[in-house]
C-alpha cells in the first residue's frame, strides 16, 4: 500500500491504474476511522480492483473553529486501518496541498441543503460539496463510497454528481450501528460516560419511527411525535431536529408517500450527534 | 466528424480516443460560429489529435431571457464550419439533455466575478462556471480552448479549474478582429448600420489605453481617462465600464504592476459589446 500526499502524484498512480483496465473505488474521509469506514473501504476491496481512502480534515466544512481543532486525527493508525483492510493508495494530502492559497470557486448545494443540519451549520455542505469535487478530480475514481449515516451529506453529493454531469458512480453503504444501537462516529470518542450511556436514545427513537411507518402510519407529524416521545426519555439528550423528508431531495414531507428518511440531530452535553432511517414501501430499501 | 447529442455517448466517444492515448481539445462554444471561433479550433487541430467542439446555447447564463431567446441558432452552418476547420465531434446536446429537471448544484465564482461585467450580469459567471464544469465532465479533454476577448469569462475558468482541482489544461487564444478593429462577436450581427460604424470606438480606445501603459503610465486613473477619452467621440457608444484590472484576479488596480487587463463595456443601440486589452511589462505577454 502507498500513501501519496499530493494531487499530482495520486492523480498519476490512479491514471496508470485505470489505464490498465482497473476499476478505482474512492472512499473520502476526515481520518480517525472506525468499523463504520472500515465497513466502506471493505465494499470498495470487494467491488473494484484498486481502492483509495483519502484522509483530510477539511477546514471549509467546519462551521466551528473549535470542532475542527479537536477532530481526531491519527494518521499513523488510520494508514495501519487502510492497509488491513486492502486499500492500496492512502491519500493522505497536507492542507496546504488542498488550499494552496484561499478559494474563490466554491460548489453551492441548493435546496437539498436548506434543511435538517443545513439550519444549524452554515456553510457545511458547501464545504462538503466543494472537497468532495476536488478530491473527485485528483482521484478520478469509478465509484465511491458514502455512509448512509451522514444521509444529507450523501444526498448533496449525489445531487451534485447529478447536477454537474461528474461520471463517478455514487455508491451508499448502510450505517454500521454499536450493539446498543448507536451510529459509528468519530465523535463519539468525545462523549461523556453517561452522555455515552444515554446516545442509544437516538437510534431507539428512529425505531419507533419505523415502526409506526411499517404499521402504515403515513401522517410526518405523528411518526415525528412518536419518536420523539422515546428519545424524550432520555433526559440527557437535546434534540436540534427530528424530521421526515424525501429521501432523495431531503424536503420535508406531511404526509409519506415515496421513500423517506427519518433524521435526527442531538446535543449530548457538548457532543452533536446525528442519525437517521431511511424507509420505502418497497421492503429492499429500507435502510438504517 | 461526428454530431453527438448525448453526454453518454459524447463521454464514450472521447473515453475511446484518450483509451488510445489521443490528445483531445475541446472547444466549448454557444454555437453562431465566426472566424473567432474558428482560430480557436484550429488552434485545437493544431495541438491536438482530436478536437471536440460543443454548442450549446446556455440558457443559466443569459440574465435576459430576451438576449437567450434572440441569441443565434445555426447548427447546420455551425457543424459544417467545425468539419471545414478539422473538428472530429461536435457535441450539441439539447437542453433537456444538459438540463433534465432544473439544477439545485451550481458552481459559484468568487471575487473574480464581482467586477467589470459582474454586476451589470447577476448569475452570469455562475452560470458560465456551472456549464463549463458540466461541459467539462461530459467531455474529459486534455486542453481546453477560450478566447481572451471573454477575458473575464477565461479568468472564472482559469480560477474554477484550479479551485477545483480539474485536470483540464485552459488554452488562452489572441482575439480575432475586423479589419477596423472590432473584436469578432456573435452579437455583432445585430448591430444596425450606423452602431456597426461606431463599434470600432471601443478598441480605438483600448489602443489608446495600451499607448499610454507601453508609454510608461502607470497611473490606473490616466489610462482610463485616455481611453475614455478615445470612446468618447463616438456618441453612439455609451460605456458600462472601462476598468484596469489584474490580470488574473480581475480585481481593479490603481497603479499598474503586474500583467493587467484594460477592459470595456458599451452599448450601442441595444446591442451590448465588451472589448479588452491585456499589457504586461514582458512584452511577450501583450495580446489583444
Known amino acids: 500500500m502507498r500513501v501519496i500526499e499530493t494531487v499530482a502524484g495520486v492523480r498519476e498512480a490512479v491514471g496508470k491504474e485505470r489505464g490498465e483496465g482497473k476499476r478505482v473505488g474512492l472512499v473520502p474521509t476526515m481520518g480517525a476511522l472506525h468499523v463504520g469506514h472500515e465497513a466502506l473501504i471493505a465494499r470498495s476491496v470487494a467491488e473494484c480492483d ?27 493508525q488510520d494508514v495501519a486501518t487502510c492497509n488491513r483492510v486492502g486499500a492500496a493508495i492512502v491519500f493522505a494530502p497536507a492542507h496546504e496541498e488542498m488550499y494552496p ?11 437539498v441543503a436548506e434543511h435538517l443540519c443545513g439550519p444549524f451549520r ?37 445531487r451534485m454528481v447529478s447536477d454537474l454531469n461528474m461520471a463517478v458512480e455514487i455508491v451508499p453503504v448502510a450505517t454500521v450501528r454499536e450493539h446498543d444501537g448507536l451510529a459509528m462516529s468519530s ?9 455515552r450511556r444515554a446516545a442509544p436514545a437516538l437510534y431507539a427513537g428512529l425505531r419507533e419511527a419505523l415502526e409506526r411507518l411499517k404499521s402504515g402510519e403515513r401522517e410526518a407529524g405523528r411518526v415525528k411525535e412518536a ?15 427530528l424530521d421526515v423528508v424525501d ?23 457538548g457532543v452533536r450527534l446525528i ?5 420505502s ?8
Open 187 to 195: 465523535r463519539n470518542a468525545r462523549l461523556g460516560e453517561a452522555e
Open 101 to 111: 492559497r484561499p478559494l474563490d470557486t466554491y460548489v453551492e448545494p441548493g435546496k
Open 227 to 241: 419518536a420523539l416521545a422515546v428519545i424524550g426519555r432520555e433526559a440527557l439528550a437535546r434534540v436540534e431536529y
Open 281 to 288: 414501501e418497497c421492503p429492499s430499501n429500507i435502510s438504517g
Open 50 to 76: 484498486v481502492t483509495v481512502v483519502s484522509i483530510f480534515v477539511n477546514p471549509i466544512q467546519f462551521n466551528q473553529r473549535e470542532d475542527f481543532e479537536r477532530y481526531p486525527r491519527e494518521l499513523g
Open 122 to 158: 452554515p456553510g457545511h455542505f458547501r464545504g462538503v460539496a466543494t472537497v468532495v469535487c476536488k478530491l473527485f478530480h485528483a482521484v478520478e475514481a469509478d465509484r465511491a463510497y458514502f455512509g448512509e449515516k451522514d444521509a444529507q451529506q450523501l444526498a448533496v453529493i449525489q
Open 247 to 269: 429521501a432523495a431531495s431531503m424536503q420535508p414531507v406531511d404526509q409519506v408517500a415515496g421513500p423517506v428518511r427519518v433524521a435526527v440531530a442531538a446535543w449530548l452535553g
Open 275 to 279: 442519525d437517521n432511517v431511511g424507509f
